[in-house]
């Protein structure tokens, strides 16, 4: 069955410093990987995409890498602030057909320390 | 110029009792999904519209839980004789949708319902 993994349900990495989440899967072809920003009590938010055949996609502090050989998506905040504190979630989908889905892997939790 | 708008906020119901959901997206996204989180997990995928192709209701966990979206716009989720294991966050998102070829659209989600089942 398809299957996400998200590294550790929780990481802690001192202020400044480069935060990595990882982001992996099984038994899918995804079209495109989505990056999502969740705090508490709201709804996710959209960060960045990638498609499948792009290597790297940046947003100002924000990185995101895909490999397919691999099966799996870095997602890298540079010089971290406790703001960047949430939860973060990956989403596939192969994006192939209208009627294909989006799932969600179940998240790492980011804590930024001053 | 509203995002995704879901009601009510917070639901607190007996077990065994009916709930209904509601979800306003934003306006002229053909995709709507519906998604549930348990406290401290990953969203889990319940049911999706595109356009007026069939809903993919492959991730709806029982036969109590059903959705519909009227005319292409305002969806509604039932979950029917609660139980205690249906307490969750149940988010709504909606997006301009995937035409093949183009990228597809990211979600935009709503700040969900918050159900409990006492």
């Known amino acids: 069955s398809q299957k996400i993994e998200q590294n550790s349900e929780a990481l802690n990495i001192q202020e400044g410093k480069t935060a990595t989440l990882t982001c992996n899967y099984t038994n899918y072809s995804p079209a495109y990987l989505q990056w999502y920003r969740q705090d508490p009590g709201r709804g996710p938010v959209f960060l960045l995409l990638i498609r499948e055949n792009e290597k790297e996609k940046r947003k100002e502090r924000l990185k995101v890498t895909f490999d397919t050989t691999l099966k799996q998506s870095l997602f890298h905040i540079t010089a971290s602030q406790p703001a960047d504190s949430a939860t973060y979630l990956c989403a596939l989908d192969n994006g192939y057909s209208s009627a294909s889905k989006i799932i969600f892997g179940s998240g790492t939790r980011l804590s930024i320390r001053p | 110029g509203a995002g995704v708008s879901q009601s009510p906020s917070n639901k607190v119901t007996e077990k065994g009792k009916d709930v209904e959901l509601r979800c306003d997206p934003i306006?002229?996204?053909?995709?709507l999904y519906w998604y549930r989180q348990s406290l401290g997990q990953g969203l889990e995928f319940l049911i999706y519209f595109q356009g007026n192709s069939a809903p993919d209701k492959s991730g709806l966990p029982s036969d109590r839980f059903s959705a519909e979206r009227t005319g292409g716009s305002v969806s509604t989720l039932t979950i029917q004789r609660t139980q205690q294991e249906d307490s969750a966050v149940y988010l709504c998102?909606?997006?301009?949708?995937?035409?093949?070829?183009?990228?597809?659209?990211?979600?935009?989600f709503g700040n969900g319902t918050r159900l409990t089942v006492t």
């Open positions: 998102a909606s997006s301009l949708g995937s035409i093949r070829g183009l990228v597809r659209s990211p979600l935009h």
């Open positions: 306006s002229g996204h053909t995709a």
